[in-house]
């Protein structure tokens, strides 16, 4: 069983996905909004997805109560005392600006009340950030060129990467080559979603296309060995996060889960926890939840571990402190043990 002490970081991690019923409620009170739920229980019994869709539809109903830059902040700051509580020393956290812009809170507003939280991050919880701005792909490349306009003109500083995420049937990464293309100019780190419920040529268009360093999710490339072979080879990092799969029925169960595959197949597979709010545990709960379903080895959860400093976009430094910070640990385990 593994012990929320172990030193992790967490890659694939949707802020506006870490929206307990609780603070939902609480904001929209503040705020005056109305939500359709007659309490934090009923809330939480619409948590049922049948499908990645249905779970989009009430997660942006219940972003709609998010409004100020206290509100931003609040929920950053939520989501980094739960992630202390799972090991997590450091985040690279995605959000989603179009989904508030076409709600008319201006991007300048959500940016600056998720900084209020991230640029304390260390101090106030022991963990490092970074800000990874999204695209929703389901909307157009031109709205997307919109967002990274306005992002590249207020504090652009505040970026380490940019992504592509939300529905992915029918929406490929090569609708978003171009703005992609933009933002490496940049001098932006690309990532995207792709091989979830996509097909395995959604994460080669990701990678040829978007030039992504980190596919996201990525469990289908097992369909393709062709696929197999180059993500070994390149050491390309795949954020899989396993509630999640499960949840939106890409797999059955978690012992139908693939990720002890992905290892065995050499790849840098890491575990994160997506929209933890929604899908039934955060970063840690997920390690519990497949060791459990998996049977995965010491030596497993650590190259887990360890693969997500290695997949970060820290400095190298950085990287090795922190290995050095899960060696550590590891090796007080087997003295105490």
């Known amino acids: 069983m593994h012990d929320p002490s172990l030193p992790k970081a967490e890659l694939h991690l949707h802020i506006e996905g870490t929206f307990e019923p609780e603070l939902m409620f609480a904001i929209a009170e503040r705020n005056g909004v109305t939500i359709p739920y007659s ?151 690309t990532v995207a979603h792709a091989g979830e419920e996509g097909p395995p040529s959604y994460i080669w268009e990701a990678l040829d296309l978007l030039k992504v360093s980190r596919v996201d999710h990525g469990v289908r490339c097992l369909e393709d060995p062709a696929l197999v072979d180059r993500l070994r080879r390149e050491r390309m990092p795949l954020t899989v996060c396993p509630l999640s799969n499960v949840k939106l029925r890409v797999f059955d169960t978690l012992a139908h889960h693939n990720l002890k595959a992905l290892l065995a197949a050499g790849l840098c597979a890491t575990i994160n926890s997506d929209d933890p709010a929604y899908f039934g545990g955060y970063v840690n709960d997920n390690y519990v939840a497949v060791q459990a379903a998996l049977g995965l080895s010491p030596a497993d959860r650590h190259t887990l571990a360890k693969n997500s400093f290695e997949a970060s976009f820290i400095s190298e430094a950085e990287k090795q402190r922190y290995i050095a910070l899960l060696d550590e640990t590891d090796e007080v385990r087997e003295v105490l043990a």
Request: hydrophobic share 40%.
């Open 39 to 189: 309490s934090v229980e009923a809330l939480r019994d619409a948590y049922n997805f049948s499908n990645l869709q249905s779970f989009l539809d009430i997660y942006y109903e219940g972003m709609n109560v998010l409004r100020t830059e206290q509100d931003y902040e609040e929920l950053a700051n939520a989501y980094l005392w739960r992630a202390k509580a799972q090991g997590v020393v450091h985040a690279e956290i995605f959000f989603d600006p179009q989904a508030h812009i076409t709600r008319g809170i201006p991007y300048e507003r959500v940016l600056d009340g998720l900084w209020s939280s991230l640029s304390r991050s260390k101090e106030h919880f022991g963990i490092t950030t970074s800000l990874i701005l999204c695209f929703l792909r389901d909307q157009s490349e031109e709205s997307a060129a919109q967002t990274l306009d306005v992002a590249l003109g207020y504090h652009p500083e505040r970026l380490i990467a940019v992504g592509l995420d939300s529905a992915e049937r029918g929406n490929p990464p090569s609708k978003f080559t171009n703005v992609f293309a933009r933002a490496r100019e940049a001098g932006l780190i």
